[in-house]
């Protein structure tokens, strides 16, 4: 017993020696570290007296890369604009914020702001806005509570990371004049110009000497330059991120003239419908072009749409919006499209839906009671007519059920137009995506998915 009660002495004495010590390396208490820490890292925000140019890539670094401008203040507020649709680019938003105290000092966006879409969810969010293709479940692997490395605080520059998701977070100081134009909605997107006012599928660039064709797609953020090469069609797909000038490309183009790393905005000049732009060191334009570049037509994509679907299951090929058409997402509204009770839900086109006869070209609806998908009417198309040199043309037969007769309904507007005889040309963009291009003019296009 004796020799019991000695050990708990001396481990008594030994815990008040170690107490004395922490006492001696810590003159703080616990949490008056922590909240330390905590306004220390909010001091670093609202140094910013222009605030923070900010961009954001999504997975863990490896997905699309966003811009925002943030204003952050000492009540917990942060200001803020991004590019991922004209709209929030030039609409300032106020939402919360805090710096947190978990394994590691973190700062949190706990207010519902432009950075929580881009992490959202929820199907309106990442199929309605333009942060197209994130899947349902999981957006775009982004995040909204990012750790702060006390190492990547360097001068003007932060450095944070996504908690969830491991979507890198660089900050960069404003000046007053770059803040004057986030604040007061004059920040104007190149990718305003080359979705909203160039209207054709491609755009047409002299760089150098040489023409490009040029194609972005805002959803992936993703630029693809194009050009022939005798019968070599050369293609240069790299990101970018916007800035208040235009875009910087993370992957440079190799010019005649030199390394391309950014394209900067311009004079638009809409009698012409042509914008001037700055392209390294010189002077160029972006025009409209119904066609691409001759030899850069991708002759065989038409059939081999028609046939993957064919070949893998014998299954159709879908579009939730429907035509782009001078500019305007869904621009026929098949989103709003009910059929009685039932509500919209994609378009189809089903190859060899009756087979060796006809296809089915047909809107897909929720069933009223939103358990399953039901087929109300069709438009039945005879079997495509593909030309040698990459058109597609399709020809109606008939219809399946009561096909709407009104000029209005958005159902009859989109068979109208994929019927125009004029026909249509095919991108590719990979074995499960295309995108159908109006050879009419190169105004009109939808992307197919499988």
């Known amino acids: 017993m004796k020799k019991i009660l000695s050990l708990l002495l001396s481990a008594l004495i030994l815990f008040s020696a170690c107490k004395k010590n922490v006492d001696r390396v810590f003159s703080e208490s616990f949490d008056e570290r922590i909240n330390g820490s905590i306004a220390k890292y909010q001091a670093v925000l609202t140094s910013a007296q222009y605030g923070w140019k900010a961009l954001i890539t999504t997975d863990h670094g490896n997905g699309g890369t966003y811009a925002f401008y943030m204003l952050f203040n000492d009540s917990n507020r942060v200001t803020m604009v991004s590019d991922f649709d004209t709209t929030s680019a030039v609409t300032p938003q106020a939402s919360g914020y805090r710096i947190r105290q978990q394994q590691q000092p973190t700062l949190i966006f706990d207010t519902y702001s432009y950075v929580h879409v881009l992490a959202d969810p929820n199907e309106d969010a990442v199929i309605l806005s333009n942060v197209n293709g994130g899947p349902v479940g999981q957006g775009l692997l982004s995040d909204f509570e990012f750790i702060v490395n006390p190492d990547d605080i360097a001068g003007d520059t932060l450095k944070l990371t996504g908690k969830v998701n491991g979507a890198k977070l660089v900050m960069t100081k404003a000046t007053a004049q770059e803040a004057g134009i986030f604040l007061s909605g004059q920040w104007v997107l190149l990718e305003s110009y080359l979705t909203k006012k160039l209207l054709t599928y491609y755009k047409r660039i002299p760089i150098g000497g040489e023409a490009y064709d040029l194609y972005n797609d805002p959803f992936t953020k993703t630029l ?90 014998a299954t159709y090929w879908i579009t939730v919006d429907g035509f782009h058409v001078d500019g305007v997402d869904d621009a026929f509204n098949l989103r709003g499209l009910k059929s009685g009770a039932n509500t919209y839900y994609y378009f189809i086109y089903w190859p060899m839906y009756n087979p060796n006869n006809n296809d089915l070209l047909a809107p897909a609806f929720l069933n009223a009671s939103q358990t399953g998908l039901t087929l109300i009417y069709g438009a039945a198309p005879a079997i495509p007519a593909f030309t040698p040199d990459g058109i597609v043309k399709f020809k109606l037969l008939g219809n399946y059920g009561n096909y709407p007769t009104d000029p209005n309904n958005a159902a009859k507007k989109t068979r109208d137009l994929f019927f125009q005889p004029a026909g249509f040309y095919f991108v590719k963009i990979s074995d499960t995506k295309y995108d159908m291009v109006s050879a009419a003019n190169g105004r009109a296009w939808l992307r197919w998915e499988f």
């Open 224 to 313: 693809t330059f194009q050009k022939t090469n005798g019968t070599t069609v050369v293609t240069h797909t790299t990101g970018y991120y916007n800035t208040v000038d235009g875009i910087v490309l993370y992957d440079p183009l190799s010019a005649a003239s030199g390394s391309i790393s950014q394209i900067n905005i311009g004079t638009w000049d809409p009698a012409t419908s042509t914008l001037n732009v700055q392209v390294g060191s010189e002077n160029t334009t972006i025009t409209e072009t119904v066609f691409p570049l001759n030899g850069a037509l991708q002759t065989t994509s038409p059939k081999e749409w028609w046939d993957y679907a064919i070949n893998n299951g």
